[in-house]
T-cell receptor, first 111, second 116 residues
Framework: AQTVTQSQPEMSVQEAETVTLSCTYD???????LFWYKQPPSRQMILVIR??????QNATENRFSVNFQKAAKSFSLKISDSQLGDTAMYFC????????FGTGTRLTIIP | DTGVSQDPRHKITKRGQNVTFRCDPI?????LYWYRQTLGQGPEFLTY????????KSRLLSDRFSAERPKGSFSTLEIQRTEQGDSAMYLC??????????????FGPGTRLTVT
């Protein structure tokens, strides 16, 4: 069975600080894609960042970056210089035919 | 706006009634997905289509649920004989369906169903 685990149900940080959200997964697949999605309160899901499993280089999108450790099956999201608009639920998503989302981390940015 | 759209945004129905939701994906996106999301949880996969073909159905999709994508464009999700446990947000997403973009999904705003 394929699982995605987000061990931090809730986190909060001060504005402008850096925060890291963890995600681990379990799969027997060798080729797959990993994504982080953001769901602001009462708003729709937005793609934050993506990573191809066969690429060793960690993906970066502006203030968002990932730490992808394939052997450890870990895919954490780092948000630098956090902003109030980063307040949201964050979901780790394992992209293959089984389409598995993690349970989410509720991130609150404190002014 | 050329994003994924869903209709209606909210639906309140009485237990036992049938409901139907519609999803219009981003044009030219081959894949269309349906998920169910309950409060504080991640989306749970229900089913997905590649063009008009329904390729996968979750065990969550009981006999009361049916989905169609007749012309490979918009899709409908029908729930028959609704139960209170069906109350949830129903999310639709689409993806280009090729290469890396196969699983890169773009979500609609969702339809919130309340069964009373």
């Amino acid at each position: 069975a394929q699982t995605v685990t987000q061990s931090q149900p809730e986190m909060s940080v001060q504005e402008a600080e850096t925060v890291t959200l963890s995600c681990t997964y379990d799969t027997s697949e060798s080729n797959y894609y990993l994504f982080w999605y953001k769901q602001p309160p009462s708003r729709q899901m937005i793609l934050v960042i993506r990573q191809e499993a066969y690429k060793q280089q960690n993906a970066t999108e502006n203030r968002f970056s990932v730490n992808f450790q394939k052997a450890a099956k870990s895919f954490s999201l780092k948000i630098s210089d956090s902003q109030l608009g980063d307040t949201a639920m964050y979901f780790c998503y394992f992209g293959n035919e089984k389409l598995t989302f993690g349970t989410g981390t509720r991130l609150t940015i404190i002014p | 706006d050329t994003g994924v759209s869903q209709d209606p945004r909210h639906k309140i129905t009485k237990r036992g009634q049938n409901v139907t939701f519609r999803c219009d994906p981003i044009s030219e996106h081959n894949r269309l997905y349906w998920y169910r999301q309950t409060l504080g949880q991640g989306p749970e996969f229900l089913t997905y289509f590649q063009n008009e073909a329904q390729l996968e159905k979750s065990r969550l999709l009981s006999d009361r649920f049916s989905a169609e994508r007749p012309k490979g464009s918009f899709s409908t999700l029908e729930i028959q004989r609704t139960e209170q446990g069906d109350s949830a947000m129903y999310l639709c997403a689409s993806s280009p369906g090729t290469g890396f973009s196969l699983y890169e999904q773009y979500f609609g705003p969702g339809t919130r169903l309340t069964v009373t």
